[in-house]
């Protein structure tokens, strides 16, 4: 999220508000807030129902935790991004063991998107074909993006799909800017590397 | 990747190459971020285009990161939204369900059970799949997803997108643990029925040792018991016996004046024999000679015969039914101390043979060729 100072002064005074006990202005941060956390969680694990439950997970931490966010010292969204991404860690430290079955389970989980050919040409995308290459396309991406190895991973998600800076996302994962910028590019290199070899073993 | 590691491992000798005015692979490495982005300052990018057009390594690994940013971009192209019920989900476990109800746009109105069956009727038809949201997000806002749904204006969520049934869904119903689960109730219930063990009219009491090992000893007392009796209700069993038995009466009714007497002494042609060495066959014997006395004192009669026959062992009387036997002694008259056995042996052998080709080869036991075996060596060694 472009953390642009108007969203940031209004995101600080929604947590003001919540603070002060605003059931309302807490539904408002979890309306604004709830697809990025998704979204970096089905980036990570690829699962749209994992992401659904962590992202729960991530909001009940939040509403429990949100009295020791200090609004003077950091952004509420890198704040929000850090428990995000520990609850990821913690969830990939307990289904590492589950990973290398995954394959078995491959195809039971549906792909992204509309799964009926009525909600397909309902989607308004012009060309149905196109849309479904995209679909492919990104089905693939997503699957490399799934092996590569997670600290390499959480850099490239955060620095390319959420459009955080370094700093953010050095603050986020404690570790020096340097190791960031040599994370995300050997991120990036892994992706095309595995999806070159994707790529030839299809052509 | 480890030939792209961090800033330490390049080789010495190409960032001695780069002239000292240029930057040196390890510098334009902290700038590959940036490149690949083309966020470089105009200065920055001028000197990595420096490096790079001498630099073959640095070029090859910044084109590589560039592809890998343009895969990523696809990702973010494509729109990732979240299932239209998460921020209810989210608000209930949060504040409670109590102040969901107050929220207008994600309350769950209560739905009439009979508008709730029409549903349930609608998604239970045959053939009619209903894409789950669970694992396909809709693209677009939250009425994209109620739009099939709230054809008859009721947003309601359905039994398989509850919580604890997608909990369930996701754990104890997978396919790889649902079929662990089978396979362990399977393999238990078999060994348990294998056993014997029946849970219904299971104890407490039944699990000590004694109780244990009663149990296990009835279980095989059965099952011999089932076998033995399917053995002795074999025709052929029975019938080969009792032609067995027959033939040691006319043979030892034929022998009997040089033995003690026979009908008298049960015990004398068994012991006499086993002294001769048939130790191994002292039960046959035994089981033998006691179905022997029960005949007799059954059929008085053929006792008197025997009596008669040990006084004037010249005319054995045949006491057989057998058509076969019956024709061979009637055709060969045995005189004494001729071997019976002997004398009948071929057609008594051909008859039980006859028996055996007749019959399906699992009927023969090898108990029943060990008796005819038995009473052939027997006459012999007699």
Same mark, same amino acid.
């Given at each position: 999220?472009p953390?642009?100072?108007d969203s940031?002064?209004e995101?600080?005074?929604? &947590?003001?508000?919540?603070l ?9 941060? &979890?309306e604004?807030?709830?697809?990025r956390?998704? $979204? ?5 694990? $690829?699962?749209? $129902?994992?992401?659904?439950d962590?992202?729960?997970? &991530? ?7 949100l ?5 003077e010292?950091g ?20 289904t590492?063991? !589950?990973q ?9 989980e549906?792909?992204? $998107? ?5 909600e397909?040409?309902?989607?308004e ?21 799934l092996?590569?190895s ?9 620095r ?7 700093? !953010?996302?050095?603050? &986020? ?6 190791t960031v ?18 790529k030839?073993?299809?052509? | ?10 080789p ?22 940036? *490149?690949?982005e083309g966020?470089? *300052? ?5 000197? +990595? ?5 001498e ?10 990161a560039?592809?890998?940013? #343009?895969?990523?971009l ?5 729109p ?5 019920d ?5 608000l ?6 109590? #102040? ?11 739905? =009439?059970?009979e ?11 045959p ?6 949201s669970?694992t ?12 099939t749904?709230?054809?008859d204006?009721i947003?309601?969520t ?6 604890? +049934? ?8 997978e396919?790889?643990m ?22 219904t ?9 004694q *109780?244990m ?13 089932r076998v033995?009796?399917?053995? /002795? ?7 080969? /016996? ?8 006319? *043979? ?18 068994g ?17 033998r000679d ?10 008085? +009669? ?14 054995? %009387?045949?006491?057989?039914?057998? =058509? ?30 006859? #028996?055996?080709?007749?019959? =399906?080869?699992?009927? %023969? ?8 075996r038995?009473?052939v ?6």
């Amino acid at each position: 999220m472009p953390a642009n100072s108007d969203s940031t002064e209004e995101t600080s005074a929604l &947590v003001r508000r919540c603070l002060q006990g605003d059931g309302h202005a807490w539904q408002q941060i &979890v309306e604004l807030q709830h697809r990025r956390v998704y $979204g970096l969680c089905y980036r990570f694990t $690829g699962s749209a $129902g994992d992401a659904e439950d962590l992202t729960q997970d &991530v909001f009940l931490k939040v509403y429990r935790n949100l009295k020791t966010f200090d609004i003077e010292r950091g952004s509420f969204p890198t704040w929000l991004t850090t428990l995000t991404r520990n609850l990821l860690v913690d969830h990939f430290r307990r289904t590492r063991v !589950e990973q290398t079955t995954h394959s078995l389970d491959a195809g039971w989980e549906g792909p992204e $998107g509309p799964s009926s050919p009525a909600e397909k040409i309902q989607t308004e995308q012009p060309d149905p074909l196109q849309n479904c290459m995209d679909r492919e396309l990104q089905a693939l991406v997503q699957q490399a993006l799934l092996q590569v190895s997670p600290e390499l991973r959480e850099a490239v998600i955060l620095r390319d799909l959420k459009d955080m800076d370094y700093k !953010e996302i050095a603050e &986020v994962l404690r570790i020096p800017e340097g190791t960031v910028k040599s994370r995300i590019s050997r991120g990036r290199m892994e992706l095309a590397r595995l999806l070159e070899r994707t790529k030839r073993q299809v052509m | 990747m480890k030939d792209h590691g961090q800033f330490g491992d390049r080789p010495a000798g190409k960032s001695a190459n780069v002239p000292s005015d240029k930057l040196d692979c390890a510098a334009v490495e902290l700038l590959w971020v940036e *490149a690949a982005e083309g966020s470089l *300052a105009p200065t920055e990018a001028e000197q +990595v285009r420096a490096h790079t057009s001498e630099c073959a390594s640095c070029r090859e690994k910044i084109s590589r990161a560039r592809k890998g940013r #343009e895969w990523l971009l696809v990702l973010k192209m494509e729109p990732l939204s979240p299932p239209s019920d998460l921020v209810a989900k989210i608000l209930a476990r949060t504040t409670g369900a109590s #102040e969901t109800s107050h929220l207008p746009r994600w309350s769950m109105p209560k739905i =009439p059970a009979e508008i709730d069956s029409r549903i349930a009727d609608r998604y239970s038809l045959p053939g009619y799949s209903f894409p789950d949201s669970e694992t396909a997000p809709v693209p677009g806002e939250t009425v994209g997803d109620n739009r099939t749904l709230s054809r008859d204006g009721i947003p309601s969520t359905p039994v398989w997108q509850r919580p604890s +049934v997608v909990f369930l869904r996701k754990t104890v119903f997978e396919p790889r643990m649902a079929l662990v689960a089978a396979m362990a109730f399977f393999s238990i219930s078999l060994t348990l029925n294998l056993v014997g063990v029946k849970l219904t009219r299971f104890r407490a009491a039944d699990l000590e040792p004694q *109780a244990m090992r009663r149990a296990v000893t009835r279980q095989y007392a059965q099952a011999n018991a089932r076998v033995v009796h399917y053995y /002795e209700n074999l025709r052929i069993v029975y019938e080969v /016996e009792s032609r067995v038995h027959q033939l040691r009466q006319a *043979a030892d009714s034929v022998q009997a004046p040089e033995k003690t007497g026979y009908p008298q002494g049960k015990r004398d042609p068994g012991a006499s024999r086993d002294g001769q060495g048939h130790r191994g066959d002292r039960d046959h014997q035994s089981s033998r000679d006691g179905l022997h006395r029960e005949r007799m004192e059954v059929t008085p +009669v053929k006792d008197q015969n025997a009596q008669q026959n040990r006084s004037t062992p010249v005319e054995p %009387a045949p006491i057989f039914s057998g =058509p076969t036997i019956d024709a061979s002694f009637n055709a060969q008259p045995i005189s004494p101390g001729q071997n019976v056995v002997e004398t009948v042996q071929p057609r008594f052998v051909s008859t039980v043979f006859s #028996e055996f080709v007749s019959r =399906p080869a699992s009927q %023969a036991s090898s108990r029943l060729l060990k008796i005819a075996r038995f009473s052939v060596q027997e006459r012999n060694s007699a």
